[in-house]
């Protein structure tokens, strides 16, 4: 009787995953969300022989586990997990400044804070520590602020479970295209601001090797900028 209850849960995820497939534009936007996914592995080659790189790696399983859920209508999961991806992978560049502070927390001794991380005056996009490490992508700090802090206050809503976190998610398993194609902006947002913070922490001091592998990468999203060109013209 219990397999029978979860083997309906699961055919109904099978429903929505299909209805999903069979929906063009919809299957379009979540595949770039799969397919990106390789974008936040790539990051990886940044902090690859540094502490915080465990964090980093955990933070990635929880981006994996954000596009299971989305993909068989386990909205609030895909939310709640897309958050986590995005909190640590935003702490991970705070510690890399503080290595005591990524020691603390592979002991568990230290936990991760979204405030500090948005921090105007000394959080990851405060132009205090964006300044430090690339100084002339200090004007961009403000956008790319005000971005994380809309995203993680919305993702947030299904975290808390606020009234408006329930629109469109029956208590049954469904496919929603409205509420699939709000998670996956969220996902592109988050994505984007993930790889503006790695590039200010880390790109200008990266190797010769890493920048050519990460070039398309970075010019895909960033290449306007001025002093990502400037980079890769050295």
Excluded at 61 to 76: G, K, N, P, W
Excluded at 111 to 139: L, P, R, T
Aim: aromatic share 12%; hydrophobic share 40%; charged share 25%.
């Amino acid at each position: 009787m219990v397999v029978d209850h979860y083997s309906q849960l699961l055919s109904r995820s099978q429903t929505a995953l299909s209805e999903l497939q069979n929906d063009g534009e919809k299957m379009a936007q979540f595949t770039v969300a799969h397919n990106d996914a390789a974008d936040i592995d790539q990051l990886e080659r940044l902090i690859a022989d540094r502490t915080e790189a465990t964090m980093f790696k955990l933070a990635r399983v929880e981006y994996q586990h954000a596009l299971y859920s989305a993909s068989f209508a386990q909205y609030r999961q895909a939310h709640i997990s897309l958050r986590l991806f995005f909190e640590l992978s935003l702490c991970c560049i705070l510690f890399s400044a503080h290595e005591i502070d990524i020691r603390l927390w592979l002991k568990d001794q230290k936990d991760s804070n979204w405030q500090s991380i948005i921090n105007e005056q000394n959080g990851v996009f405060s132009k205090h520590f964006v300044g430090a490490f690339f100084e002339e992508m200090k004007e961009h700090c403000d956008q790319y602020r005000s971005l994380a802090k809309t995203l993680y206050r919305e993702c947030s809503e299904f975290v808390h479970g606020n009234r408006q976190s329930y629109e469109g998610i029956d208590t049954e398993i469904s496919y929603n295209p409205d509420v699939l194609e709000a998670w996956a902006d969220r996902a592109d947002t988050a994505r984007l601001i993930v790889k503006f913070a790695f590039i200010c922490r880390h790109l200008r001091d990266a190797s010769a090797e890493v920048k050519n592998e990460l070039e398309d990468l970075v010019l895909e999203g960033f290449g306007d900028l001025a002093p990502i060109q400037a980079i890769f013209e050295d």
